[in-house]
């Protein structure tokens, strides 16, 4: 009796139609992990392990699941990072500011820009962008027309407690 490659290695069901993309091994639709393509979508390189659409469990809680709460945790810290633009009038306190810029280009709206560039400085390991400039720019496709955002900022380390002092005074 000649044994079937076909055969899901999750729940043993013949006729598995799909394959792990690290591991090849054979997997039933209902037993595969999908992971969507914009997933990572902040990250500037993502890692080869998860560039890929279809897992087994093991591959995806080996290497999709740690990845996946580091950069939802990163997230989370870009979303708390203080602003400033170029407009700023009062000083803001330094601890750390960073030699490079970072910038971003061809986003769809403007929050999303300025989350792009929150980020990029939080991966960095800094609480704050400052002098950061947003500018839009209209495109026109025959009848069509859509604005892009680009962004550009500096990445820096704040005092947060000296700020949320001069801000709770105001």
């Given amino acids: 009796m000649k044994v ?3 055969i899901c290695i999750s729940c043993r069901k013949p006729k598995a139609s799909l394959n792990c993309e690290i591991c090849q091994e054979s997997l039933c639709k209902a ?15 993502i890692p080869e392990a998860l560039v ?7 591959c995806f809680d080996a290497q999709v699941e740690p990845a996946l709460a ?12 203080y602003f400033f633009f170029n407009l700023q009038r009062k000083p803001i306190h330094l601890i750390k500011k960073a030699k490079e810029t970072i ?12 989350l792009r560039l929150a980020f990029l400085a939080a991966e960095q390991g800094y609480n704050a962008v400052i002098e950061a400039e947003v500018v839009s720019k209209k495109m026109r496709n025959s009848g069509y027309q859509k604005s ?12 947060s407690e000296r700020l949320e002092r001069r801000t709770s005074i105001n």
């Fill in 4 to 6: 079937s490659e076909n």
């Fill in 31 to 45: 037993c595969v992990r999908f992971l969507d393509s914009s997933t990572f979508s902040f990250l500037k390189k």
């Fill in 52 to 58: 890929h659409t279809y897992y087994c469990s093991s």
């Fill in 70 to 81: 580091s950069y939802q945790e990163l997230m989370e810290r870009a979303r708390g990072l």
């Fill in 103 to 114: 910038q971003v280009e061809a986003c769809d709206d403007r929050n999303e820009t300025i």
């Fill in 148 to 159: 892009l955002w680009t962004g550009v900022g500096i990445p820096a380390q704040v005092d």
